[in-house]
């Protein structure tokens, strides 16, 4: 152990600074401090020395050059050596044992949409260099970064452990990582003209390992889930396990979780989306949460049977009693009730996760896609609905009111449904899903199969253009009776001729939903 005799603290975020200067302070540590940090723990009674105090110089260039001094960084970085103890005395400084430090708020000042000044004015100097001289020497010096551990710094009054200092310390430089890695994807986003490119020059994503996964895709793939540090709440990441029922995640049921989640974003009244692979196999919306799941469910209650299932509402007693019907993998939702909770976490398996903050449909975000080599990266596809899409229609005949409201619906959920994507609707309910095919065609064979009598007075919703008329021939065939799709194909002339010789009503949006 390493007790704690001196300590240097200086955070922009003082959540829990005061009880900790308080608990240090108590066991007669010495602290040291700077500005905001050291006003704030004089007021609150707690003893300390400024740095200027101790480095006997001050602070210079508006607060500019405060801790960049040989007594500090040479009280950070002296080994416990008669060498260095010489030297150090001989600087006039004294041993820093703990550094406590974490840095100008950098990316919440980009976020603001700050002034570039004001922005460049928060990019931390003193700060990283204290971090990294203490996780460097972290054999004697420990390093807190995270106002969370406090309580573990604290927990022996023999000091830290070399275990806890070592992982203190790895935690420190992963900080200082991600730090300099937004400073640099901020500074090579600026163009010339003073607006910012959503692509900068240099991304790099900044993420913290969660936990290991029993195995990847498959049990010959290991596998583990990290969480990007940049995460939103409201994000899959930041979600709460509510309840694992003796498994944890798996990559499938992360990557279906997602999917899900996606999905069900789309709609503000209650909605519950079931996932399968990835697909949505059934949406459904309604005026309660029950009722919009059991008709989820009942869309395709063969394919539920082991899907994931996501809801746009706290999960009450009522839902919760129809959940524990069918076996599934895991519910991810807002929240859930108390009542909710006693039902669904006495269930075999069944993996819960709870959101906390709810995500709209039209959140922007970059996604990324792993390959060879490389990720491809894009703006989030963040279109709702027909009327953010612009659509028109293009046939003799005009949906009816009903039907655009079906045709709305079922164009949110095409857009989460693989490539070649078809979704067939009764109102707010799929009915029949073909995704993933080769041909387009085939997707609407496909989704009025598992329609089959329901496919009648449906409406249907392509991702993509029909690139020949047999895709709309097969609906008419169906029973199909309203189309939206995106349009522009060079055969537009002929696919609408087939709508028109069917009485189908079609309209075409402009906008292309591929998911791969």
């Given at each position: ?140 010096v420990t390093v807190v970064v995270d106002p969370a551990d406090y309580d573990a710094v604290l927990a022996s009054a023999d000091g830290p452990s070399p275990s806890l200092r070592a992982s203190l310390a790895a ?111 059934g949406v459904a919306v309604r005026d309660a949460l029950a009722e919009a799941y059991m008709a989820a469910r ?219």
């Amino acid at each position: 152990m390493a007790r704690i005799e001196r300590a240097l603290i200086s955070v922009s975020d003082k959540r829990g600074v005061i009880e900790l200067g308080r608990k240090l302070a108590d066991r007669h540590v010495e602290i040291l401090s700077t500005g905001g940090t050291a006003s704030a723990l004089r007021g609150a009674g707690v003893p300390v020395i400024d740095v200027a105090e101790y480095t006997g110089s001050p602070e210079v260039m508006d607060g500019r050059v405060k801790t960049l001094h040989p007594r500090v960084h040479g009280g950070i970085l002296m080994r416990d050596t008669i060498g260095d103890r010489t030297q150090l005395t001989e600087l006039g400084g004294r041993a820093i044992d703990l550094v406590v430090v974490n840095l100008y708020p950098f990316e919440a000042t980009v976020a603001r949409g700050a002034p570039h000044l004001e922005i460049v004015e928060n990019i931390d100097i003193g700060g990283p260099s204290m971090i990294r001289s203490a996780a460097k020497n972290h054999a004697r010096v420990t390093v807190v970064v995270d106002p969370a551990d406090y309580d573990a710094v604290l927990a022996s009054a023999d000091g830290p452990s070399p275990s806890l200092r070592a992982s203190l310390a790895a935690k420190a430089f992963a900080h200082t990582a991600a730090y300099d890695a937004a400073i640099g994807a901020y500074l090579t986003s600026l163009r010339e003209d003073g607006t910012r490119d959503p692509y900068p020059g240099a991304l790099t994503f900044s993420l913290e390992k969660a936990y290991g996964l029993r195995y990847g895709e498959n049990p010959h793939q290991s596998g583990a889930f990290y969480v990007d540090r940049a995460a939103v709440p409201g994000s899959l990441a930041r979600a709460s396990s509510l309840g694992a029922g003796g498994k944890e995640l798996s990559f499938n049921n992360l990557v279906d979780c997602d999917a899900a989640l996606e999905a069900v974003r789309e709609f503000d009244r209650p909605a519950a989306v079931v996932v399968k692979h990835t697909n949505p196999c059934g949406v459904a919306v309604r005026d309660a949460l029950a009722e919009a799941y059991m008709a989820a469910r009942e869309a395709d209650a063969l394919s539920a049977f082991g899907g994931i299932v996501a809801l746009n509402r706290e999960v009450d007693e009522a839902t919760a009693s129809r959940l524990v019907e069918t076996f599934l993998e895991c519910v991810v939702a807002p929240s859930f009730s108390a009542a909710a909770l006693a039902l669904l976490q006495g269930k075999k398996n069944l993996r819960l996760l709870a959101t906390g903050p709810w995500l709209g449909a039209d959140f922007a975000a970059l996604t990324a896609k792993r390959v060879d080599g490389g990720f491809v990266v894009q703006q989030r596809d963040a279109t709702a609905g027909l009327e953010t899409a612009g659509a028109r229609c293009v046939t003799a005949r005009a949906p009816d009111a009903a039907e655009r409201a079906g045709l709305d619906f079922a164009w949110r959920v095409c857009k989460h449904v693989k490539s070649n994507a078809i979704v067939l609707a009764h109102g707010e309910t799929t009915v029949g899903v073909g995704a993933g095919q080769m041909s387009r065609v085939v997707s609407v064979d496909i989704a009025v199969t598992k329609a089959a009598s329901r496919a009648q007075g449906s409406v249907l919703a392509s991702d993509a253009f029909f690139p020949f008329p047999d895709g709309v021939e097969a609906a008419a065939r169906a029973g199909v009776r309203a189309i939206v799709q995106p349009g522009g194909s060079v055969k537009d002339a002929e696919v609408i001729a087939a709508a028109d010789a069917a009485g189908i009503a079609m309209l075409f949006t402009g906008v292309r939903h591929f998911r791969h």
